[in-house]
């Protein structure tokens, strides 16, 4: 057991399992039953191709993968470094993506340099603004920030499935199941003033709070499912919610 462990974290492990991390979202991408609805404005920036800052919870993941009937020719996602990271940073290279390093905790401020660069050069960008540990469904500041020095909008993206894979895990990770129905919305674009204070800051943080987990439980509600409940303050990776 401790050699298979040891071995789990090596490199020829890691690109195993990031390939087949690759083979899973193509599975979901072709054989959920995505049912996409897209704010009008956010809508008219995705056919222009403008670039946007994607906000999605890090327990959808996955469902990124249902997000356009037809992928992006270019699509930046941030990732922690952590090796869970980064086996997902390189599955997602496989299917063409371009990947940035760094998190709230580590790295932050080259990624948000990295983030802007891209931005700026019209690729859109997706961040999981609740990872890459928590508190679960509550945004930190570094969307926040990046969306101030480009001048480029914050949007939320988020959906959810039945039948699913809920796990017991901080962020209640979802996994679609193949051919399951999956709703899921796109939110309006938030823009965050260059000049903003600490106040307007704090105002646009809670704005795109707010849409992702409006939207969320609006996609578990059509589905009959459940509410999902952001973390409660204090409540980290550690304290799981019920099933």
């Not at 996955?62 to 940073?89: I, Q």
């Not at 480029?152 to 996994?175: E, H, Q, Y």
């Amino acid at each position: 057991m401790k050699i298979l462990k040891t071995w789990s974290k090596s490199e020829q492990a890691q690109s195993i399992f990031s390939t087949l991390l690759a083979g899973l979202i193509w599975l979901f991408y072709l054989t959920v039953r995505w049912q996409r609805r897209i704010d009008p404005e956010t809508r008219k920036l995705l056919e222009a191709d403008k670039p946007v800052i994607i906000c999605y919870w890090h327990g959808r993941m996955f469902l990124l993968s249902g997000a356009w009937r037809k992928r992006p020719k270019r699509l930046g996602f941030l990732n922690s470094g952590h090796r869970d990271g980064r086996m997902m940073a390189n599955a997602l290279i496989r299917v063409g993506y371009v990947s940035v390093s760094g998190s709230s905790r580590r790295g932050g401020a080259m990624a948000l340099r990295e983030m802007s660069r891209l931005l700026r050069a019209g690729t859109p960008i997706a961040i999981t603004p609740d990872g890459p540990k928590g508190p679960r469904m509550r945004v930190k500041a570094g969307a926040v920030k990046a969306a101030q020095m480009t001048g480029v909008p914050l949007v939320a993206f988020t959906g959810s499935a039945g039948p699913r894979k809920l796990f017991n895990t901080w962020d209640r990770f979802c996994l679609p199941l193949p051919f399951s129905r999956a709703p899921v919305y796109w939110g309006p674009p938030i823009y965050v003033a260059r000049d903003a204070d600490a106040a307007e800051l704090e105002r646009c943080r809670l704005a795109i709070e707010l849409s992702l987990n409006d939207l969320t439980n609006e996609a578990e509600r059509s589905l009959g499912q459940a509410e999902t409940e952001a973390a409660l303050p204090g409540e980290g990776k550690n304290r799981h919610a019920g099933t």
